[in-house]
Nanobody, 118 residues
Framework: QGQLVESGGGLVQPGGSLRLSCAASGFTFSTYVMSWYRQAPGKERELVAGFTSVLGNTFYANSVKGRFTISRDDVKNTVYLQMNSLKPEDTAVYYC???????????WGQGTQVTVSS
């Protein structure tokens, strides 16, 4: 059974940085397209950053472009989200997702809380 486990969240001051990690197990990580979502209180879950395919092209939400960077390590079966210049509006629970199309199971992590506050 596949599993995703996020880590690296926490409390950070505005302007600070955090690096989130999402460790995968139980499925062939390199064949899945990985992405990061977030959900703030009272809001819908939104796509933050992701890969367009396993080849490595990336995309970002306009709200994080230039501040966040997604990367993956297929040896360590881990996807990362480097978050710089954090703002209070980045406060949310961050989730990673592994997707391989409709014929395969989509995996979600349990989420990690990021709070940006002074």
């Amino acid at each position: 059974q596949g599993q995703l486990v996020e880590s690296g969240g926490g409390l950070v001051q505005p302007g600070g940085s955090l690096r989130l990690s999402c460790a995968a197990s139980g499925f062939t990580f390199s064949t899945y397209v990985m992405s990061w979502y977030r959900q703030a209180p009272g809001k819908e879950r939104e796509l933050v950053a992701g890969f367009t395919s396993v080849l490595g092209n990336t995309f970002y939400a306009n709200s994080v472009k230039g501040r966040f960077t997604i990367s993956r390590d297929d040896v360590k079966n881990t996807v990362y989200l480097q978050m710089n210049s954090l703002k209070p509006e980045d406060t949310a629970v961050y989730y990673c997702k592994a997707d391989r199309g409709s014929r395969y199971i989509t995996y979600w992590g349990q989420g990690t809380q990021v709070t940006v506050s002074s």
